[in-house]
């Protein structure tokens, strides 16, 4: 059946005369080459464009994971890149399959993670003539990926698969897009695998350690050490340039406190004596404002100085010099004026800034030792309450009998919203890429794919996706993704019946002039008026699941739903009236404590 008139199969090849050669179709060429890449996983939905691709990772060494929708794929892509810093591969039919995708490219590019999306597209004799399910995803992809490609000739393939993998992987990552026109996946190409592994292999070792002027590193020795208050504010490139290891030896010799942005909150254990909390004006804690606002020079370490993190500019700024340390030279003083600024691997400037303190014999003075008692006396007063014993419960308290139930090493995805602020306030974290969030982004349905795909690439450890009942409502129908594929994630869904973030700015900045934010109507098929029942409909597709609507009773919940070694859900009556701490006026001080 031809979707789009005369499509010609090359399928048979009469052998090449240069034995070192392999000749396949274009479509088994990029199979064969993601399996030398080492990747095992495809998530995707097929469809007759894509369909070359899905026939050759049949005959390879693949786990194909289908999807109910095509962003769930890219999701599930991303997850798995974030807990590994692997590539995470998706695939989608052409037209709105892979307009499908483009959220989640939006979100990876936003984060720098590295994926790889392959689109099918029409037959390149129909490119540009708005053929049945055509879409320029190519132009439609370029503002939210690392690079896109529309590849037009199947002997163009190794060369443009070679340089996707090294955009993909290196430098400041992030996801790529392949468009591949159904004839270019049919025809056909001999290849040398010797030859391109070669030129791959040898690309990727030929990324040079940076070395850092020793002048740069003498001049921030020197900072350091004139400071009264220095401190370490962590950014999610701690984590993407695998150096917690070095962070966590830096802020021990240092001894200084250490402030996350919400990215960076799992670069360093968050029970360790020198973390202060997070810094922001939704996503923060009242100890990490502080201590960044007490402080005379701040050394950022791979982050963005994003607006939501600094507030106001001015305040930020004010009375206290910042060094900014990170890999994209683009995003140094973007946001805040620095007395310095290195566009370099956050690896290699731990390595080399360690080596210089250490040949200098440094060792923190008495004051520092001062400010680290103080800081666990105001860990203590500053602590926002967590238990209520109220009913319903308060999502605060829900967060909290969820962090105690967990083991250390627990992987949790979050989705945006209310809860995401509360549990980046709340939540603990102790392993890196164990807090999948999205950050600039801000995606609503992501956290379920992204679970799915943490859950595949680490199936020993306890994976939960913690969102809200909105958030929910825009990936359920991949509960029936994990039955199907028994994929054991535990979803913790926190149903206030709202969309509650939303529901509170209307009541603190519209003056409750609310509008659309109830999700909550009479449900008269289960007698209550909640709204949608989130336990049975995950029955109806499989999963088990339990409704805990008094406190304490959360952990024997998620016990019953690990043991159980299947998908789970946990729907969880929480308080509408709850509200989260939240500044006001934009400024770290204007954070106002709710309940």
């Not at 402030?259 to 909390?277: E, I, Q, R, T």
């Not at 404002?289 to 600094?310: A, H, M, V």
């Not at 009556?573 to 309940?595: F, K, M, W, Y």
Request: charged share 20%; proline share 5%; aromatic share 6%.
């Amino acid at each position: 059946m031809a979707l789009w008139g005369n499509e010609n199969d090359v399928t048979t090849f009469e052998g090449s005369k240069d034995t070192s050669l392999e000749r396949m179709t274009g479509a088994q060429f990029i199979a064969a080459f993601l399996e030398r890449r080492g990747v095992k996983q495809v998530y995707g939905i097929p469809g007759a464009a894509i369909l070359p691709f899905y026939d050759a990772i049949r005959e390879r060494n693949f786990a194909s994971y289908n999807v109910r929708h095509e962003q769930t794929a890219i999701f599930m892509a991303d997850g798995f890149a974030r807990t590994t810093g692997q590539v995470g591969v998706c695939a989608a039919t052409s037209g709105p399959g892979a307009t499908n995708f483009l959220t989640g490219l939006y979100s990876a590019y936003s984060d720098s993670i590295p994926l790889l999306a392959l689109t099918g597209q029409v037959p390149t004799s129909l490119v540009g003539k708005d053929s049945f399910q055509e879409a320029p995803i190519v132009e439609m992809a370029c503002p939210v990926t690392k690079a896109a490609y529309l590849i037009m000739k199947t002997e163009n393939l190794p060369t443009i698969m070679n340089e996707a993998w090294q955009l993909a992987t290196t430098g400041r990552k992030g996801p790529i897009l392949l468009d591949l026109p159904l004839d270019v996946q049919k025809g056909s190409l001999e290849v040398d695998w010797n030859a391109l592994d070669a030129v791959l292999d040898l690309n990727l070792q030929n990324t040079p350690k940076q070395e850092i002027a020793q002048s740069e590193l003498n001049t921030i020795h020197k900072m350091l050490c004139a400071a009264k208050a220095p401190t370490l504010l962590v950014g999610g490139g701690v984590t993407l340039g695998n150096a917690a290891a070095e962070l966590l030896d830096l802020a021990e010799l240092l001894h200084i406190p250490v402030v996350s942005s919400l990215m960076g909150k799992d670069a360093f254990p968050n029970d360790h004596p020198l973390y202060a909390g997070l810094m922001g004006t939704m996503c923060q804690t009242p100890l990490g404002n502080k201590t960044i606002l007490e402080s005379d020079l701040i050394i950022n370490l791979g982050g963005r100085f994003d607006g939501r993190s600094t507030g106001n500019m001015e305040q930020f700024k004010a009375g206290r010099k910042v060094i900014h340390i990170n890999l994209d030279e683009k995003e140094l003083s973007r946001h805040i004026p620095t007395e310095i600024s290195l566009a370099v691997d956050i690896k290699d400037f731990l390595d080399q800034f360690l080596n210089l303190l250490r040949d200098k014999n440094y060792s923190p003075n008495a004051q520092a030792q001062d400010r680290i008692h103080s800081l666990q006396e105001e860990r203590t007063r500053l602590a926002r309450q967590t238990v209520f014993n109220t009913f319903p419960l308060k999502p605060q308290q829900a967060i909290a009998e969820v962090r105690e139930a967990l083991d250390r090493d627990a992987i949790v995805t979050l989705d945006c919203g209310i809860s995401q602020i509360w549990t980046t306030q709340l939540f603990n974290t102790y392993v890196p890429r164990s807090f999948l969030i999205t950050g600039r982004a801000g995606t609503m349905g992501w956290g379920l794919g992204a679970a799915l795909g943490a859950k595949l690439a680490y199936p020993e450890r306890q994976v939960v996706n913690l969102l809200g009942d909105a958030s929910l409502g825009m990936s359920l129908q991949e509960l029936a993704t994990a039955a199907k594929h028994n994929i054991p994630v535990v979803v913790v869904v926190l149903n206030n019946s709202l969309f509650g973030l939303i529901r509170q700015q209307q009541n603190l900045l519209f003056d409750q002039r609310r509008i659309s934010t109830d999700l909550e109507y009479a449900n008269r098929v289960q007698g209550h008026s909640r709204g949608l029942d989130f336990v049975v409909t995950a029955q109806g597709m499989g999963v088990e699941a339990e409704l805990v609507d008094k406190p304490g009773k959360l952990p024997e919940a998620l016990q019953r739903a690990f043991s159980s070694n299947r998908p789970y859900l946990i729907e969880v009556l929480v308080d509408p009236l709850a509200q989260c701490s939240v500044s006001l006026d934009g400024t770290l001080t204007g954070v106002r404590e709710l309940e």
